[in-house]
């Protein structure tokens, strides 16, 4: 995806003097480019639909949270989750520190708020907590009609599917840090369109792509002519219905 000038810009106005940071932007600036792309998508939607002053919900503030402030500035954004120490505070943006394995227990859950859009890019695997009950309790924050945009690793992607062929575990080991512990569980295709459905979302798209690190044109064409969803990748947008439906009870 050829990158336009507002991206350029972001960009720059983004790049840290850490050298780990600045590799973390690297290996994820197509993965951000995409994400905005999607979002703007959805926004622009919102937009048509007459709703003047779009509320977004961030969860786990990382460098896209500054992309969205910077490139979407007429929108009312905040965030949630752990803070991000490697990010300054962005003037105008509340932030929810929560931790957001206890969406677990629905006694723990946030309230009052209802979002346009919410914006779950790369957490979900990060949670120890039944993905049914973080998407219900994102549901709870939405108003109806309103988007929920998930970005999260395919874990049956090629690159994956070659390292187990190899012997090697395409998966790391949880970490010390509770904050930052690695993933505990990725998520296939087939496993999000269960949980959209059982949280009782609508799907509107979903994309399986290598957006992670540098293009390599060679790779995705394989993950094209190879059957199965092959790409690192997955970006689905879900909505919560406008017309709510009975809730569907964890067994």
């Not at 309103?146 to 690793?153: R, S």
């Not at 992607?157 to 993933?183: A, C, Q, V, W, Y």
């Not at 509107?204 to 094209?224: M, P, S, W």
């Not at 970006?235 to 964890?250: N, Q």
Request: charged share 25%.
């Amino acid at each position: 995806m050829k990158e336009s000038p507002p991206y350029r810009e972001a960009f720059l106005r983004l790049s840290p003097w850490d050298r780990i940071a600045k590799g973390y932007l690297d290996y994820h600036q197509r993965r951000y480019v995409f994400l905005i792309e999607v979002l703007r998508c959805v926004l622009t939607k919102e937009r048509t639909a007459s709703r003047a002053e779009v509320k977004i919900l961030d969860v786990g503030p990382s460098y896209q949270t500054n992309l969205i402030r910077l490139l979407f500035p007429a929108s009312v954004l905040s965030t949630m989750g752990y803070h991000n120490p490697y990010l300054a505070e962005l003037e105008g943006v509340a932030h929810l520190q929560f931790d957001l394995n206890q969406s677990a227990q629905e006694s723990c859950w946030p309230l009052g708020k209802e979002y346009d859009v919410i914006v779950l890019a790369e957490v979900l695997e990060h949670l120890y907590a039944p993905p049914t009950k973080v998407l219900k309790m994102f549901r709870s924050l939405l108003r109806p009609g309103g988007v929920l945009l998930i970005q999260t690793p395919n874990p049956v992607s090629l690159m994956k599917r070659l390292l187990l062929l190899k012997g090697h575990s395409p998966f790391e080991i949880i970490r010390e840090d509770t904050t930052n512990p690695g993933h505990y569980c990725e998520y296939t295709v087939p496993d999000l369109l269960y949980l959209a459905k059982f949280a009782e979302y609508e799907v509107i798209e979903y994309f399986v792509k290598n957006y992670f690190g540098e293009v390599n044109r060679i790779y995705d064409l394989a993950c094209q002519l190879l059957p199965g969803p092959l790409g690192d990748g997955i970006t689905m947008v879900l909505r919560r219905p406008m017309a709510e439906g009975p809730v569907v009870e964890d067994s």
